[in-house]
């Protein structure tokens, strides 16, 4: 059995071809930051996308049964 610790705090290893090699090395440079960083901001901005989406889907679901008459109406003219 793997503790539970182990997930948050250890290091893993991501296996890389040379165009994902030559771009990470790229972006580090002119961005001046670590490879590590570059990676870290890649996955956060990616789960952030991914979580507006649903963020989105959600609320226009409720516009879409609040103002359904209107939209309707609107629809027709």
């Not at 991501?14 to 901001?41: K, M």
């Not at 609320?59 to 359904?68: I, K, L, N, V």
Request: net charge positive; proline share 1%.
């Amino acid at each position: 059995m793997i503790p539970k610790w182990y997930h948050h705090v250890m290091a893993f290893t991501v296996r890389t071809d040379e165009a994902l090699e030559s771009a990470l090395n790229s972006l580090s440079a002119s961005e001046g930051i670590s490879r590590q960083e570059v990676v870290r901001r890649a996955i956060l901005e990616r789960y952030e996308r991914s979580e507006h989406g649903g963020r989105v889907a959600d609320s226009s679901s409720r516009m879409m049964t609040r103002w359904h008459d209107v939209l309707e109406r609107l629809g027709k003219a």
